[in-house]
């Protein structure tokens, strides 16, 4: 509604809840306005001594530009932002059953009924976002939220980390969703976001990432660039059609390699 974006807002207007989670930049918590209708939001305290610090202010300034033109069921919404003399405040929906990931680790990966709602959604997410011409590229399941009727919601968590904890955590965040282009450092386009829909159809079925290799990071490298895709975990049965669509993900990015070098 646009009385979130004329109205100036402050601290003072939400009672404080419950920490939802950390990020590099600071903490989310749940909070709720003070007068009705009382809204329930997820609250992003950024430090601005670490955003000079870390010279992301035009990322955060365009990120919010982006964030705010955006209205779609399956992407988390940014209300609007403030500041004060230390600190920026992004409002920001509250996803109602909270982070994908802590649901994939504990269950260690979705059937393929699941996974296929959650796919369906993301594509959609995806076709929004690319007809705004807006390329995510990093999709993964840290990035994802739940809302309280088990849609996915694709939650930007701008350069935020997770707590080291058993998140698989490189230079930049996971490799394992990186595209070969990426990964040889060539331009990319919007295939990126196909790339990591396949990458991320992989993990959910199968529990872990296609071209994962936890001893070494550059035979990780090296399985991206190949297109070392493998379907012979014995503990995993995967239907034909499930096999054949992550290969068709895969695939389309290999067509746009051949297209972009003749
Ligand atoms: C549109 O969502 C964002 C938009 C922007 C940024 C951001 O930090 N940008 C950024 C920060 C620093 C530098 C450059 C960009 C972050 C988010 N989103 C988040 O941080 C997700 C917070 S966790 C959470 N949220 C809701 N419900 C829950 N149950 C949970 Br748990």
């Known amino acids: 509604s646009t009385k ?12 404080m809840g419950r920490p939802l989670g950390k990020g590099k930049f600071g903490r989310v918590y749940m909070v709720r306005t003070k007068v009705e209708p009382k809204y329930i939001v997820a609250l992003k305290t950024l430090y601005k ?7 992301v202010e035009k990322q955060i300034r365009r990120e ?11 992407i988390l919404r940014l209300y609007g932002y403030f500041h004060d003399e230390k600190r920026i405040f992004l409002m920001l929906e509250f996803a109602g059953k909270g982070e994908l990931y802590k649901q994939l680790s504990k269950y260690h990966r979705f059937s393929e009924r699941r996974s296929s709602r959650y796919i369906d959604q993301m594509a959609d997410a995806l076709i929004y976002l690319h007809s705004k011409h807006v390329i995510h590229r990093d999709i993964k399941p840290e990035n994802l939220l739940i809302g309280i009727n088990g849609e996915l919601k694709i939650g930007d968590f ?4 997770h707590a080291p904890g058993n998140r698989r955590m ?12 990426m990964v040889e ?9 196909h790339w990591a829909l396949g990458v991320l159809t992989y993990e959910f079925v199968c529990g872990f990432p296609p071209f994962e290799d936890r001893n070494s990071t550059n035979n990780t490298y ?27 993900f895969s695939s389309s990015f290999v067509m746009n390699r051949r297209n972009a070098c003749p």
Request: glycine share 4%; aromatic share 8%; hydrophobic share 30%.
């Open 64 to 74: 919010i530009e982006i964030q705010q033109n955006l209205r779609h069921p399956n």
């Open 49 to 55: 001594s670490e955003i000079v610090e870390s010279k």
């Open 170 to 181: 490189t230079l930049c965040g996971t490799l394992d969703y990186l595209p070969p282009e």
């Open 158 to 161: 701008g350069w935020s980390v």
């Open 185 to 193: 450092g060539k331009e990319h386009n919007e295939k990126v976001d």
């Open 4 to 15: 979130y974006r004329t109205r100036e807002w402050s601290l003072h207007d939400f009672d």
């Open 222 to 248: 090296r399985r991206i660039a190949k297109v070392d895709l493998r379907f012979e975990d014995k503990e995993v049965r995967l239907s034909e059609d499930v096999k054949d669509l992550i290969t068709k």
